[in-house]
């Protein structure tokens, strides 16, 4: 059924397409004066631009609920991953190793002696 449901998507979606594409611009009007005003008479004296439009939002609502129903089938197989062992994200999360709760930084050693940190020139806030 996703499938089915998915074909019918991506059918719509090049119809809407090709319907924005039949449609005039604002600047269509301005070719009228050059003769080419007499292409707009297969749709009758009001043009195409009613039944394009109608046409362009009725396949825009079929995209709609088609994209609805498909995000229904994404959610419901989601959740049957859970099913399938992979593990959820609180079990790796516990499985982390611990941090100790300070850092342990080597000591500085010189051939074999250790060496006690020389102070610095840089102000330290107390």
Known sequence: M??????????LAA???GLILLQ????AEAGAS?????SQTVFGSTGSGNFLSRMTGIVAAG???????????AKEKAESIGDAGI???TVVESQ???LPAEPQLPALEEEGKVVAPVESDIPKAD
């Open 96 to 98: 982390a190793p611990a």
């Open 87 to 89: 593990p959820a994200a």
């Open 34 to 38: 050059f003769g080419a005003g007499a």
């Open 2 to 11: 996703e499938t089915v449901v998915l074909i019918i998507h991506v059918l």
């Open 24 to 27: 005039q611009g604002k600047g």
């Open 63 to 73: 995209i709609f609920v088609t994209s609805f129903i498909l995000a229904i089938y």
């Open 15 to 17: 119809a809407v397409i």
